[in-house]
Nanobody, 116 residues
Framework: QVQLVESGGGLVQPGGSLRLSCAAS????????ITWYRQAPRKERELVAA???????NYADSVKGRFTISRDNVKSTASLQMMSLKPDDTTVYYC??????????WGQGTQVTVSS
């Protein structure tokens, strides 16, 4: 059974940091690209950061220089280190896994709230 479980969300003040984690099971993690998305109410889903199985990364312009995506193929985990957080970063963050010719898998999401 495929599972992606996010953790690490919470409330942080502007300028603060959070580290989101995504624990994967039920599939060959190293062969999947991992993407963090976020979606605020009544807004479109936004790609935040992505990392291929080989470690190549891609970031939304809005988070470049502030967020860092990483993965550990041995532990089947992925992380999103978020720094210099802004109120606009407030929303639910989702971990997603996708491989060629395989369906996309989603986690349940974790809430990030940036507020003073």
């Amino acid at each position: 059974q495929v599972q992606l479980v996010e953790s690490g969300g919470g409330l942080v003040q502007p300028g603060g940091s959070l580290r989101l984690s995504c624990a994967a099971s039920g599939f060959t993690f190293s062969t999947y690209d991992i993407t963090w998305y976020r979606q605020a109410p009544r807004k479109e889903r936004e790609l935040v950061a992505a990392i291929t199985g080989g470690g190549n990364t891609n970031y939304a312009d809005s988070v470049k220089g502030r967020f860092t995506i990483s993965r550990d193929n041995v532990k089947s985990t992925a992380s999103l280190q978020m720094m210099s957080l802004k109120p606009d970063d407030t929303t639910v963050y989702y971990c997603s896994a996708k491989a060629i010719l395989r369906p996309r898998h989603w986690g349940q999401g974790t809430q990030v709230t940036v507020s003073s």
